[in-house]
């Protein structure tokens, strides 16, 4: 199989490179590759439809306007999920460990995106080729903390709030550590209007953590020694610790036997690529 560059497959099916990698960071060519920072495509591939404009042929008019209700509700909100240490010191938090075939890091994403969140970014550090390469047709942007071995998470969770501050509303945060959490619970969390959202099991607080960006220059100006913990307690924002159902905000991959009773539940309504 032939693949072709970003700039190629915009001349051949006229339009700008640039609505292309849109195209592709979102998903939209499934069979796009991302080699390093650029892109390449099979020159086999149809071009997608424009999605901007809908066809009401056979659809029912009560449908269209609830996805249109739900994609208006999610479009700005983004999502960083953290990747970047070193996995091979402890391998329970790898992003490719599987639970009920699926690894945490695919399982993570395709949760967001679920509830419709597009802009999902991952935070890589060490061997960010093998993680690209992992994730190469999810849709995902990859940003890497150069600096992950003298850093700590703070920091690379800074990374991705810079990045995503001018894009989004509010933005989802994530580790590995909490991979079971359900679209259900993102739902509930995305429609609160305070500035942080932390959700709160049987008065237990977990992941993920939403915060609207009007938070973000706050989190910045921390300087204490407790990371995104210390960050997130200093915040005089409005804060939310909205009780759920959801055991998964809780469930840690350190506790890989109660996750594992679990998944047939989880995986009742869970969507599979």
């Not at 990698?21 to 650029?38: D, M």
């Not at 390449?40 to 404009?53: E, G, T």
């Not at 402890?90 to 597009?118: K, Y």
């Not at 960010?128 to 940003?143: D, K, P, Q």
């Amino acid at each position: 199989m032939r693949y072709l560059t970003v700039a190629e497959i915009a001349e051949k099916w006229g339009i700008s490179p640039r609505r292309v990698q849109v195209l592709c960071r979102s998903g939209r060519i499934p069979t796009a590759l991302k080699i390093g920072h650029a892109w390449i495509i099979p020159d086999n591939v149809s071009k997608p439809l424009d999605a901007r404009f809908k066809n009401p042929i056979g659809k029912n008019d009560k449908v269209l306007k609830n996805i249109e209700n739900f994609s208006s509700s999610s479009s700005s909100i983004g999502a960083i999920i953290i990747a970047e240490k070193n996995f091979n010191e402890d391998h329970t938090i790898s992003p490719f460990f599987e639970i009920g075939n699926l690894s945490l890091i695919r399982r993570i994403i395709i949760t967001f995106q679920q509830v419709g969140v597009r802009n999902i970014v991952v935070i890589t550090g060490y061997h960010s080729w093998e993680i690209e390469h992992h994730l190469a047709n999810y849709g995902v942007i990859f940003l890497k903390n150069e600096n992950y071995e003298t850093t700590d998470r703070f920091s690379s969770i800074k990374i991705g709030l810079q990045f995503l501050k001018d894009k989004c509303e509010k933005i989802f945060f994530t580790s590995l550590q909490i991979p079971m959490f359900m679209p259900d619970t993102l739902k509930a969390m995305i429609q609160s209007e305070s500035d942080m959202v932390i959700p709160q099991y049987q008065g237990k607080n977990e992941h993920p953590l939403l915060i609207n960006i009007k938070a973000i220059p706050e989190i910045f100006n921390y300087n204490g020694e407790d990371g995104m913990r210390g960050a997130i307690k200093s915040c005089t924002c409005k804060k939310e610790f909205l009780p759920i159902k959801d055991e998964g905000v809780l469930l840690s991959i350190s506790n890989i036997s109660c996750l594992e009773k679990n998944i047939e539940e989880v995986n009742k309504d869970f969507l599979y690529p």
